[in-house]
């Protein structure tokens, strides 16, 4: 797998946990879902057990096992395994962080517990520092994501702590639209990597000078963000926004319907033909098989499969 010091670039896709129709973690899908990232999508990074993974509602030992054969199925074929062990109990993710390192994960993440919230950055700040010291091997990245915590804290103000505190910080997957703070980790904290967690939105991320994004789309849409990606590199920017217009035609269709993590499961599994199962309780997805046409029209209208 990647080296500590290997710069992470590029999509990494956001997995979702393949479950059985009993909503237990079905491991044996796990070999064919890299396979798919890898040839289908040219995707080879992966971040595992976040949000998209329903990771939260998981049981650490579940955890442990998925990252074990996300890991292990990986090998020699995927760039780098980044597995996040948040949780609401610091000691599960410490936990979850030294077992990270001994599976032969690249890297780790945490979200900030999201009940129990830190009251300032400086505690914020304290939680990442336990979690990263418990496997200091490993790059950190702070995953920064306030719509579901509720931690609106700047995260510029976060870097100019952990930067004297967490000797193995690596930098932030960056889920919000405030591209205003964004822009300024970017310039002020030039030694961190940043990864944009908003699917929708990732070309403006670009023009800020981001390395990659972190995403659930890219498990689909990861061959056409490539491009958009490639383009923006090439300097054609027209190009580009036509690819990001597409994505984001798609995810307004997806939204409009009030659909969220349950749906885009599905539409992961209509996809690529992976049986990925349902999402757990409390998620409940409502697409019905009348859905998959006006689906599958969508994505084949603006060039999406």
């Known amino acids: 797998m990647a080296s500590a010091n290997k710069k992470l670039k590029g999509l990494v896709a956001a997995t979702f946990t393949p479950m059985t129709t009993s909503s237990e973690i079905n491991l044996p899908v796990i070999r064919q879902y890299v396979d798919y990232l890898v040839h289908k999508q040219n995707v080879k990074n992966i971040f595992v057990n976040g949000t998209t993974g329903?990771?939260?509602?998981?049981?650490v030992q579940e955890r442990k096992h998925l990252a074990e054969e996300w890991v292990r199925?990986?090998?020699?074929?995927?760039?780098?395994?980044?597995?996040?062990?948040?949780?609401?109990?610091?000691?599960?993710?410490k936990e979850l962080a030294t077992h990270a390192a001994s599976c032969g994960a690249d890297a780790i993440s945490a979200v900030s517990p999201s009940f129990i919230k830190p009251s300032s950055p400086d505690a914020l700040v304290l939680y990442l520092k336990e979690?990263?010291?418990a496997a200091p091997s490993l790059p950190f990245y702070y995953y920064h994501i306030p719509c579901l915590t509720g931690i609106k804290f700047q995260v510029q103000?976060?870097?100019?702590?952990?930067?004297?505190?967490?000797?193995?910080?690596r930098g932030v997957k960056f889920t919000d639209i405030n591209l205003m703070d964004f822009g300024r980790c970017i310039r002020e904290y030039k030694e961190f990597e940043y990864f944009y967690g908003v699917d929708e939105q990732l070309l403006g991320a670009l023009a800020f000078g981001v390395q990659g994004a972190v995403g659930s789309?890219?498990?689909?849409?990861?061959?056409?963000?490539?491009?958009m990606l490639e383009a923006f590199e090439d300097g054609n920017l027209?190009?580009?926004?036509?690819?990001?217009?597409?994505?984001?035609?798609f995810i307004s269709f997806v939204l409009s319907n009030g659909w969220g993590l349950a749906e885009f499961k599905d539409i992961m599994s209509l996809a690529s033909g992976?049986?990925?199962?349902?999402?757990?309780?409390p998620l409940v997805s409502s697409i019905t098989s009348d859905h998959h046409n006006q689906i599958k029209t969508q994505m084949g209208k603006l060039s999406l499969l």
Do not use: W
């Open 274 to 281: 992976l049986q990925l199962g349902p999402a757990r309780l």
């Open 238 to 249: 027209k190009k580009a926004q036509e690819i990001q217009f597409s994505t984001q035609n």
């Open 217 to 227: 789309t890219y498990n689909y849409l990861g061959k056409a963000t490539n491009k």
């Open 54 to 59: 329903e990771g939260i509602s998981l049981s």
């Open 131 to 133: 979690v990263a010291a």
């Open 157 to 169: 103000d976060i870097l100019s702590k952990v930067q004297h505190q967490i000797p193995s910080f």
């Open 73 to 93: 199925c990986a090998k020699g074929k995927m760039d780098q395994v980044i597995v996040h062990v948040g949780c609401l109990s610091l000691t599960d993710s």
